[in-house]
């Protein structure tokens, strides 16, 4: 069973930074798309980003393109989500989710396959 463990959230200053890890138990990691998703209260979960299992190509939700960065290192097995120039309404549960052997723009949650237990980022302003 695949497992996935968030962590780097916490509380920041709007225009601060955060970087989230996603860490992944398997060494099978390199042959995942890697998402990322936030859930803020009383909203349905959202696609934040995705990166294709090589690396390669990466995807943003309009609302954090230009602010936020994927990326997976193989050799390490995480996969992690850069978020810079934070604003109070990037507040949510982000989670980190695996997908294996999809089709298409991966920007929809049931595209995945394994997901992490979550980690709380909240933005003050």
Known sequence: QVQ???SGGGLVQAG????LS?????????????????????????????IRWSGGTTYYADSVKGRFTISKDNAKNTAYLQMNSLKPEDTAVYYCAAAKERFGPLTGSSQYDYWGQGTQVTVSS
């Open 4 to 6: 996935l463990v968030e």
């Open 22 to 50: 996603c860490a992944f138990s398997r060494r099978t990691f390199s042959t995942y798309d890697m998402g990322w998703f936030r859930q803020a209260p009383g909203k349905e979960r959202e696609f934040v980003s995705r």
């Open 16 to 19: 601060g930074s955060l970087r």
